[in-house]
Nanobody
Framework: QVQLVESGGGWVQAGGSLRLSCAAS????????MAWYRQAPGKQRELVAS???????EYLDSVKGRFTVSRDNAKNTVYLQMNVLRPEDTAVYYC????????????WGQGTQVTVSS
């Protein structure tokens, strides 16, 4: 099993920055891809960014150029640097992880709230 714990959420004014962290524990050797999802009130959960163990990244179009995902494999931690935040980025952000053969994210964190005021 893998446990994921997020930190770093909070409140910020539009144009500001926040950095989220997600620390993995347990059978971390089984993890290939780590990702950040978000869910705003009344909306479906969406994939914001993902990163493989080899550091290949993918981003949601609306965050490209503003958000950067990175990971420290030695610390089993993934980060999401969020710059030029917009009110529409307000959501609960979840860390997720999946293994080498799994087609779905099997492990989820508890979520951290990000609120961007205009």
């Amino acid at each position: 099993q893998v446990q994921l714990v997020e930190s770093g959420g909070g409140w910020v004014q539009a144009g500001g920055s926040l950095r989220l962290s997600c620390a993995a524990s347990g059978r971390t050797c089984s993890i290939n891809v780590m990702a950040w999802y978000r869910q705003a009130p009344g909306k479906q959960r969406e994939l914001v960014a993902s990163i493989t163990r080899a550091s290949t990244t993918e981003y949601l179009d609306s965050v490209k150029g503003r958000f950067t995902v990175s990971r420290d494999n030695a610390k089993n931690t993934v980060y999401l640097q969020m710059n030029v935040l917009r009110p529409e980025d307000t959501a609960v952000y979840y860390c997720a992880a999946r293994g080498w053969v799994s087609g779905s994210y099997d492990y989820w964190g508890q979520g951290t709230q990000v609120t961007v005021s205009s």
